[in-house]
């Protein structure tokens, strides 16, 4: 066993100048035993149709990492603009959100 002391890597990452931003108010979360997958899409009113503009595949642990990141940016953020408010009706958050929106079928083979 090394009891040499861990050496922290650092890595550049590069945000090009004309990246687009996509907007997303729902997410689908599904997972298999090796990887967690995110779905992302745009839910408006009145529009009964909504499709998945980005698709996040990423491992357990990273899946982990990112709540944490999340968790700690929204304490920060209710610190400098107060508690963010839930609905407080029964059901899951998107049906609280949604009603009645349906996952999407997957495309058949």
């Not at 990423?58 to 990492?65: E, F, N």
């Not at 400098?80 to 958050?93: A, C, T, V």
């Amino acid at each position: 066993m090394s009891n040499r002391p861990s050496r922290k890597q650092k890595i550049n990452i590069e945000m090009p100048s004309d990246i687009e931003a996509t907007y997303a108010n729902f997410a689908m979360i599904t997972h298999s035993p090796s990887e967690i997958i995110i779905d992302f899409a745009r839910v408006l009113p009145n529009t009964p149709k909504s499709k998945v503009h980005a698709r996040i595949v990423t491992t357990p642990m990273h899946a982990k990492l990112l709540l944490k990141a999340l968790t700690e940016n929204l304490e920060k953020y209710e610190a400098q603009f107060g508690e963010i408010q839930l609905p407080s009706g029964g059901g899951n958050l998107a049906q609280q959100f949604f009603g009645g929106v349906k996952p999407p079928h997957p495309p058949e083979e």
